[in-house]
T-cell receptor, first 112, second 115 residues
Framework: DAKTTQPNSMESNEEEPVHLPCNHSTISGTDYIHWYRQLPSQGPEYVIHGLTSNVNNRMASLAIAEDRKSSTLILHRATLRDAAVYYC?????????????FGQGTILTVHP | ETGVTQTPRHLVMGMTNKKSLKCEQHLGHNAMYWYKQSAKKPLELMFVYSLEERVENNSVPSRFSPECPNSSHLFLHLHTLQPEDSALYLC??????????????FGEGSRLTVL
């Protein structure tokens, strides 16, 4: 499986935007970029995914570099509820049997 | 509420006990998964079932025995566990095994403590 690299931790203030980076220099052409997050005492939850183009949904935006070797998850206005571990994962549905390989993720702390 | 329900939420067992974890989903999904999350370690995939057939077993010790009687239910039978098996066990489901979107829906997990 292609690997991703994320900072161990990041901090933000409430109501401010947060940019969570992810490097995936060995990404293949058919790998999708997925983001999940895990709130304390809960299972992971899907946030967003993309292949080549930037993506927006009600939770976040995903900005993908033109060479696809990096991506950034953008939370437009952080709230206390966004404090969680954020995982950037590469997924290849054709070969991965739908399984996701989680790394250590980025611990996001949001200050009031 | 993700539509994936795990019971029990907490379980304490001795090394000689036999217990089971249960997972249930009513999302119409065809694939179900067991993940293990130990303290300070990434989630580890244990088993994958697609249409009630086990399609992946990631070198999990035989003291963990999965069962998938139908596409809505998944069990993890536990026997003669070790203290290092204490962890959060997470169940997940997805629409299809190889679906491109790859969106997994996770339950809240069963916190297992082995004494």
């Amino acid at each position: 499986d292609a690997k991703t690299t994320q900072p161990n931790s990041m901090e933000s203030n409430e109501e401010e935007p947060v940019h969570l980076p992810c490097n995936h220099s060995t990404i293949s052409g058919t790998d999708y970029i997925h983001w999940y997050r895990q709130l304390p005492s809960q299972g992971p939850e899907y946030v967003i995914h993309g292949l080549t183009s930037n993506v927006n949904n009600r939770m976040a935006s995903l900005a993908i570099a033109e060479d696809r070797k990096s991506s950034t998850l953008i939370l437009h206005r952080a709230t206390l509820r966004d404090a969680a571990v954020y995982y950037c994962i590469l997924f290849n549905g054709g070969t991965s049997y739908g399984k996701l390989t989680f790394g250590q993720g980025t611990i996001l702390t949001v200050h009031p | 509420e993700t539509g994936v329900t795990q019971t029990p939420r907490h379980l304490v067992m001795g090394m000689t006990n036999k217990k089971s974890l249960k997972c249930e989903q009513h999302l119409g999904h065809n694939a179900m998964y067991w993940y293990k999350q130990s303290a300070k370690k990434p989630l580890e995939l244990m088993f994958v079932y697609s249409l009630e057939e086990r399609v992946e077993n990631n070198s999990v010790p035989s003291r963990f025995s999965p069962e998938c009687p139908n596409s809505s239910h998944l069990f993890l039978h536990l026997h003669t566990l070790q203290p290092e098996d204490s962890a959060l066990y997470l169940c997940a489901s997805s629409l299809n095994r190889g679906q491109i979107a790859g969106e997994l829906f996770f339950g809240e997990g069963s916190r297992l403590t082995v004494l």
